[in-house]
Every structure is written in C-alpha cells, then in structure tokens.
C-alpha cells in the first residue's frame, strides 16, 4: 500500500534560524528525549543540518516513493527515511543526493545504508546513515508512506518535527518544544563559548562548571 499525505510545518522560519547557532550537544545539556541513535553518522564531516521533517517510509527493496518524495519536498526541508529495520538495501546515494541538492533540501537522514558515499561528499550533501553499501534498492513503488510518523534512530517522528543535526548527533524535536527550548538552549550556547574564553585563560573546568563546589559539599 501507498500512502502520500501533504507536506506539514509550523515551524516558523526564525526559529528555524535561531537553531542554526545551537548544536544538538548544547540541547544535550537539557533534554533527556530527542536525540538520535549514534549510530546514524554523517557520511562526511563537517555537517550541519537544520530544518523540518519530511518523512518517508520503505520496505527493504523498493525507494521508487524516495523518489518521489525528492520532488514534493520543499527548499529546507530534511527529508528522514524509516527502512523499517533492512540494514542490507541503500535506498539514497549519488543521484537521490544530486536531485535533493537541487531541490534546495537541507539534508537526508536514513535509518539504514546509503551508496555512493564518494558522490555524496564531492556533492557536499549532508547525508546521515547507518552504514554505506553497494546492494541498492529498485523503484518497484509497491508500498511506501511519505508523511506519516516514522521512527529514526529509536525517536517517533511526525512531519514538521524540528531536526537539528551536525557532526556530533541528531536532535528530533516537536515545533512546540524547540520554540520553549530555544531561549535556554540559546543562553548555554553562549555559556559554552564564555567558558571556553575562562578556561584559555587559566580557569579550572570543575571551578567553571560547579564540580568542585558540588563534590566538595559531598566529602565527609
């Protein structure tokens, strides 16, 4: 069975913006929730990713609704494929990530393989996999869901979800989080750098952070 359904986002283009400066790791420091297995990697380094979901589910042999789901998303948009667990069958390689580079996609995360990993990194596309292989899928278009909720990396996604990847991880949030989260995770981004300006000065790190405050009151 097929199932299409219309592209969905909230996600305003400011906040979207103000997520550009934040990386997942900041996020990391206050969410328990969102964050990727890490054994999706970035086919190449350095990689930033930023923008809403678009979602995309296959079955092990057949990428024909990829393809298809290339030519509804729109300029920003991060597509995410669920592979329903095949490790075996790339579904994206040098070809999905040329036609998606010149749609003005911001990224692809597939829970699966990718090909064409030498391609991918000449196209300067940011791909994000499980592992790279050269057993492609076929488009057989005999099933298929684009825009449905789909699992990535052991998160629930639904289309319009917030992603924010880079070369660390990838961070899954709903509009409505990202947009109470953004203030804070903002205010760490800028903790980190003034801490990284304390310690090239001398600082202690246990000193910066409260470690040695907090172990010190623990000491009998």
């Not at 994206?92 to 003005?104: C, D, E, I, N, Y």
């Not at 825009?147 to 880079?166: F, Y």
Request: glycine share 10%; charged share 20%; aromatic share 4%.
């Amino acid at each position: 069975m097929i199932v299409i359904n219309p592209r969905e986002s909230s996600l305003s283009a400011e906040l979207i913006e103000r997520y550009r400066s934040i990386e997942p790791a900041t996020a990391g420091h206050i969410l328990e929730f969102g964050f990727c297995d890490p054994g999706l990697q970035p086919l190449w380094r350095p990689c930033n990713v930023v923008g809403p979901a678009f979602t995309v589910r296959t079955t092990a042999l057949d990428s024909a609704i990829v393809h298809v789901a290339i030519d509804m998303a729109e300029p920003g948009d991060v597509i995410l494929i669920d592979r329903n667990g095949d490790g075996k069958h790339a579904c994206w390689g040098g070809m999905t990530s040329l036609a998606a580079k010149m749609r003005g996609l911001s990224g692809t995360i597939v829970d699966g393989c990718a090909t064409d990993i030498l391609e991918i990194e000449d196209l300067a596309y940011p791909v994000y996999a499980r592992s790279v292989t050269a057993l492609t899928t076929k488009a057989l278009a005999e099933g298929g869901e684009i825009n449905t909720q789909v699992q990535i990396g052991g998160v629930a996604v639904n289309p319009g979800d917030l992603i924010v990847a880079d070369s660390d991880g990838i961070l899954i949030m709903s509009p409505e989080t990202a947009a109470e989260l953004v203030e804070q995770a903002e205010a760490r981004q800028k903790r980190g750098a003034w801490a990284q300006e304390k310690l090239l000065k001398g600082a202690k790190i246990s000193d910066l952070s409260g470690s040695a405050e907090k172990v010190q009151a623990r000491l009998v």
